[in-house]
């Protein structure tokens, strides 16, 4: 079992920043990638950034350039740097890690931004 535990949301205006953390714990070794989605009202949750043990990285086409996923391993930590935010980028914001055989979710942080 992996858990997760993320920090760092808040209320910000339309281009400013906020970077969130997300610290594992638990079955850590077990894990292969760490990633954040989001998920607004009437909408699935969707893929912000991912980060895989290999080092490769991906981004939602909507994030590219503004958004930068990072991981402190010696921390068990992920971090998503948020930068020129927009109102469309408010949601709730989750962390998530996948080993092998499934993916493990953070609780949840908000994410506001006011035009």
């Known amino acids: 079992q992996v858990q997760l535990v993320e920090s760092g949301g808040g209320l910000v205006q339309a281009g400013g920043s906020l970077r969130l953390s997300c610290v594992a714990s638990g079955s850590i070794f077990s894990i292969n990638a760490m990633g954040w989605y989001r998920r607004t009202p009437g909408k699935q949750r969707e893929l912000v950034a991912r980060s895989t043990n290999g080092g490769s990285t991906n981004y939602a086409d909507s994030v590219k350039g503004r958004f930068t996923i990072s991981r402190d391993n010696a921390k068990n930590t992920v971090y998503l740097q948020m930068n020129s935010l927009k109102p469309e980028d408010t949601a709730v914001y989750y962390c998530?890690?996948?080993?092998?055989?499934?993916?493990?979710w953070g609780q949840g942080t908000q994410v506001s931004v006011s035009s």
């Open positions: 998530a890690a996948d080993d092998n055989f499934r993916r493990y």
